[in-house]
């Protein structure tokens, strides 16, 4: 702030050169602490007490699906089952915190799970040790989460396309169901190489050595869970049935009979625990934990998607991406494992009234509370029913629309879809490899499609615009040209509209003038650029004028730089077709036909 008086700088007063550096640094601070702590833009909300009330019980009643959830996911991590109350207790509050989306609920899931106890299980580790890596795993895939959150590429998970998710999703929905059908009879078997060998040896197992006790429990838990579910789906259905199942094991002396429980679950908090590990074994874990950390974000910010489309708020990948990777990195030293955000939970929270992210601070304050007091209620809880609550959550993740539409968009998108969702299946439980070939697959699909791009000539259609001749029926000229191409020019494509120009010319040999409008060229390289120098010379020997019409600044600036704008000539380059129409026919006159240009002409009505 400087004042003038007479000509002549003075300094402002002190006390305002004070205010100044205090509303800076306030405006500042202010800037960073919204990019950094997005809950600074909803925790003035909760003075609202509607709004207040609304989040405590939203967070209750997640907690309600949360706590029986995280045992069972857990339990498909290979995991006792308290690690996923360990996994569900600070990893919410700092995901709300740190994360973009008001509604979204973190904690363990059924994928990210199986993902954990694939990773792990080639390493051999008894139990204390996968423990200890199932916290590496999750740091390790925190530490990728932070660091493409901090460095704004969280677009990098776009790799991961829309076809890859669905077959990965279907696929693996099947897989953790299908692991779960031995818990239910009360069989253990030692798995296979591959799923169907697993589900072999459960077959031949099961009219031996299944445990009556348990295939009621685990049968019976099902049907409730059904049944709440169709009929009752207000009600807090997974709660009701973990109780009625606890007591009825309680009751019945279901353990003492041979039936599966829970257990002894230690009281108390997670304690801050740095995991012991093999340094070796990081290399392992390397590609696992890339994967857990793009696909946990992908699963995650495609729930805050659907639901931030309803409430209209405002979310950022790369935030998100932050939450996410804190939140992972929470897990790791809190004695959990890898996490990510819940759909079944999320549309809870969404359909409980959650306003804000304290919604999902309730729901872990209450694992925490449950983690002090409650955990001698959960002696009794049968290992079935939690293979039930599994079973029945992974169901809702197996849809067939989606092949369907994406069938009707792009078959190719199909394809890539089966061969992840077949490709999964056959190497689980390695679900890894699936999404592998499927990234591989979609990047080779893109590049199939972009060596042939839509080229066509065009001419004047009836509504006004350029359309493909050939395809629409209309006539064009002997000596005049205009070809449209649409795709980017790269090396390789740049041989297929070489060979595409050639020909068309090599149709029409009274030809004088050949446009290109290469409105659709968003990025060219060296080949491309090549390309074009090449085509201008071939050309100028054949006695064609050349003409490049509407290119993008982008495309502009690249000619410049190389020369090649000022060999090809300004009067040959134009931003709009009608001036270069316009220049042609003042230069030949009648010595050439552009009446397709100007006027619609089908090909039946010409002589």
Known sequence: MVFIFAGKYHLPPSSLIIEDMKKFFRETLCEAGHRFIPFLDWIGELKKPAVLKADILAGITVALVLIPQAMAYAQLAGLPPHYGLYASFLVPIVAAIFGSSRQLQNGPVAIISLMTAAALAPLGLNVEQTVMYAALLALMAGGIQLTLGFLRL???????????????????????????????????????????????????????????????????????????????????????TVVITTVV?????????????????????????????NSEHVKDLMLPAGMIAFLSFVEAFSIAKAVASKTRQRLSADQEMVGKGLANLVAGVFQGYSVSGSFSRTAVAFDAGAKTGFAAVVSGIVVGITLLFLTPLMYHLPIATLAAIIIIAVVGLFQIAPLVHSWKVNPHDTVVALVVFNSTIYFAPHLEKGIYIGIALSLAFYIYRTMRPHFAEVAMHEDGTYRDANLFGMQTSESLALFRYDGDLYFV???????RLVNAVADKPQLLVAMLDIEAVEQIDTTGEEMLAHMSEWFKEAGIEFYITRPKFKVVDVLKRTGLYEKIGQEHIYSRRQDALEAIQQKYGDRIDIKHLQHYIPVEKTV
């Open 154 to 240: 969280g677009v990098m998970v776009d790799f991961l396309s829309h076809p890859v998710v669905i077959g990965f999703t279907n696929a693996a929905a099947l897989v953790i169901a299908s692991m779960q059908v031995g818990k239910l009879f009360g069989i253990v078997v030692t798995p296979g190489n591959h799923l169907h060998e697993t589900l072999w040896k459960l077959a031949i197992a099961i009219p031996k050595n299944t445990h009556m006790a348990t295939l009621f429990m685990g049968s019976g838990a099902l049907v409730l869970l059904i049944l709440l579910k169709r009929f009752f789906p207000k009600l807090p259905g997974i709660l009701i």
């Open 493 to 499: 494509n740049a041989g297929y509209l070489e060979k």
């Open 249 to 277: 094991a309680w009751f019945t002396g279901y353990e003492k009979s041979g039936g599966a429980v829970v257990g002894h679950i230690p009281a108390g908090l997670p304690s801050f625990v740095w995991p012991e590990y």
